[in-house]
């Protein structure tokens, strides 16, 4: 079954995925929406979003900044192919 995504949903993800790891974001979100969302349907969604995960068990940092919308509704940042620089706190 196809569910849209809301905003709140897709932002939320965005500002928490580099803090959480992707089994704490379907828990929170499944809490806060009434419906359950599994730890797959929300992998498939940040990684739609352009959020990638750095590899490894319990890792939470990003392997680069998402892009994000600015004010104007235009995206902000590039995807900065080819680096494996990671984001942390």
Known sequence: MNVKWTEQEKDYIRENAQFMK?????KNLSDKSGRTITVDALRKVRQK??????????????????VEKNESGSLDGEYNSGSSETISD
């Open 22 to 26: 992707d089994k704490e974001l379907a």
């Open 49 to 66: 979003l352009g959020i990638k995960k750095k590899h490894g068990r319990g890792i939470c940092a990003l392997v680069y900044s998402p």
